[in-house]
C-alpha cells in the first residue's frame, strides 16, 4: 500500500512558476514509476509527465514540454514537478499516481496504483 500527498499548488499570475511536491509513504517508492496528472473543469484528467524509478528517464506530454520538469528523490520518498511559464490552459487539479508496472501506456490513468488526493494549480491573467 502507497499514499500519496500532493502539496505545493496555489493561486499564480501568468508567467509564474510553482513547485509542486508529492510525497509518498511505505518503504518501496523506488520500485514504482511516478506520474503527474491534471484535470481542469469540466476536462477528463490527462496526463503530464513521467519519471523512472531511478529518475533517470523522464517523459512529458507535449503541452507542458519545455516548460515543467519532473524528479524525484528517493531517499525523500517524494517526487517534485517544478512548472514554470504557466499559463490559464495549466489551471486544474494536479495529481501524483504511482505504478509498479513497466509497460503499456504511461499516459493512461488506468495503469496507475495508487493516487494522491491533488493540489490546485490556478494561474490568473
Known amino acids: 500500500q502507497v499514499q500519496l500527498v500532493e502539496s505545493g499548488g496555489g493561486l499564480v499570475q501568468t508567467g509564474g512558476s510553482l513547485r509542486l511536491s508529492c510525497a509518498a509513504s511505505?518503504?518501496?517508492?523506488?520500485?514504482?514509476?511516478m506520474s503527474w496528472f491534471r484535470q481542469a473543469p469540466g476536462k477528463e484528467r490527462e496526463f503530464v509527465a513521467a519519471?523512472?524509478?531511478?529518475?533517470?528517464?523522464?517523459y512529458y506530454s507535449d503541452s507542458v514540454k519545455g516548460r515543467f520538469t519532473i524528479s524525484r528523490d528517493n531517499a525523500k520518498n517524494t517526487v517534485y514537478l517544478q512548472v514554470n511559464s504557466l499559463t490559464s490552459e495549466d489551471t486544474a487539479v494536479y495529481y501524483c499516481?504511482?505504478?509498479?508496472?513497466?509497460?503499456?501506456?504511461?499516459?493512461?490513468?488506468?495503469?496507475?496504483?495508487?493516487w494522491g488526493q491533488g493540489t490546485q494549480v490556478t494561474v490568473s491573467s
Open positions: 511505505g518503504r518501496t517508492f523506488d520500485d514504482y514509476v
Open positions: 499516481a504511482a505504478r509498479k508496472k513497466l509497460g503499456g501506456s504511461l499516459e493512461s490513468v488506468h495503469e496507475y496504483d495508487y
Open positions: 519519471v523512472g524509478q531511478v529518475g533517470d528517464n523522464t
